[in-house]
């Protein structure tokens, strides 16, 4: 069976993006595969994080990941710093690759522009180098990552292919998968803009834990358009065309079937619909969510599956040591 890995970051509260972007293709995809979910907290210190919201933001996450369907019986669900491994393997993947290549890296280029250097940690620029440790340590042969993550996985593949070329054949290449466009979600108040986690304050996002009923509100409130009728048009529509992604995500139809459903339907109407699913889905999953958290097993699972990913990166390090030499 093929081996899938991702992580998220834990440098914000989870979105309904984050769910009909990234988490809910891993549960759609957690059965076809040998599948790893991780926090990727080390990822996080590229910015000051308060340490113990950071912890409690980790633990929340795992939570999150569980009660949006995330089994145990198909996925390994862990954390990354607790899993010494990655680093050792960073350091050795830093080592082989160039300050051309990691400048190039357009979300270093975006997060470092305007800034002054010492404003800019070391972290930032070697932060792909860390993400390909995450997947080449468990030979994962495919990484389903947003389009903006595309170009890490694409290092990941080439400083996996030089180092076998350099020292005989030891890491897989990974393949990225692209969620197609109907799993991204913009901002429901700028329907050109994707919906992100750093905008926590603004009315056009959506997080998974707000409150139902605020969700509801800002449904009601997107933005959309003057042409009043209900249909998918990303470039001339983009609100509207939102709005049926994420009612067709949360019901589990296609773009068509909830088209031809509003077809006859007024916004008011529509953007009604939409809201009530979007509160039913928040309402059931934050209850999901409460019991994982009250039943302890957080912990429960994490001390297992601590154990499998431990013994596979502690494997993948012995034989990179090997072929580079350090150590006796
Ligand atoms: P981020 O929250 O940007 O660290 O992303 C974590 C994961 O969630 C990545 O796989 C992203 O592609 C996905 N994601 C984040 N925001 C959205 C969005 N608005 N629409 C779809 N996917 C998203
Ligand atoms: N960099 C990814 C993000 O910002 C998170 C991440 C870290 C990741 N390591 C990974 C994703 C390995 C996939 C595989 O979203």
Not at 62 to 88: R, W
Not at 167 to 194: R, S
């Amino acid at each position: 069976m093929k081996r899938l890995l991702s992580g998220i970051k834990p440098t914000g509260e989870l979105t309904l993006g984050n769910y009909i972007g990234a988490i809910s293709q891993f549960v759609k995809m957690q059965s076809n595969y040998e599948t790893f979910v991780f926090v990727a907290d080390l990822h996080a210190l590229t910015i000051y994080n308060d340490p113990h919201l950071l912890k409690e933001r980790i633990r929340n996450i795992i939570a999150m990941y569980l009660a949006c369907g995330l089994d145990p019986k198909y996925t390994t669900l862990f954390i990354q710093s607790e899993n010494v491994y990655h680093n050792n393997l960073a350091w050795v993947l830093e080592c082989n690759s160039y300050m051309g290549e990691l400048s190039r890296m357009t979300q270093f280029k975006d997060k470092s522009k305007d800034k002054n250097e010492t404003a800019i940690s070391c972290g930032l620029f070697t932060y792909p180098a860390l993400m390909a440790a995450d997947i080449l340590i468990y030979d994962a042969d495919v990484v389903p990552v947003g389009i903006d993550q595309k170009q890490h996985v694409e290092l990941a593949r080439n400083l996996a292919t030089r180092f076998n070329n350099k020292y005989g054949d030891t890491f897989k290449i990974p393949e990225p998968i692209i969620p197609q466009e109907g799993a991204k979600i913009y901002d429901l108040m700028n329907p050109n803009k994707k919906m992100s986690k750093s905008d926590e304050t603004g009315k056009g996002c959506i997080m998974l834990l707000e409150d139902p009923k605020s969700a509801k509100k800002k449904i009601m409130s997107a933005v959309t358009d003057s042409d009043l009728k209900v249909y998918y048009d990303k470039e001339n529509k983009p609100g509207v065309s939102n709005l049926l992604v994420i009612y067709s995500s949360l019901k589990g139809i296609s773009i068509e079937e909830a088209t031809e459903k509003f077809k006859d339907s007024n916004y008011g109407e529509f953007k009604k619909c939409v809201a009530f699913v979007v509160e039913e889905f928040l309402e059931n999953l934050q209850k999901k969510y409460r019991e994982v958290l009250d039943s302890g097993m957080v912990d429960k699972i994490l001390d297992e599956s601590n154990e499998k990913v431990r013994k596979l990166a502690e494997e993948k390090v012995r034989q990179v040591y090997e072929k580079i030499g350090v150590g006796r």
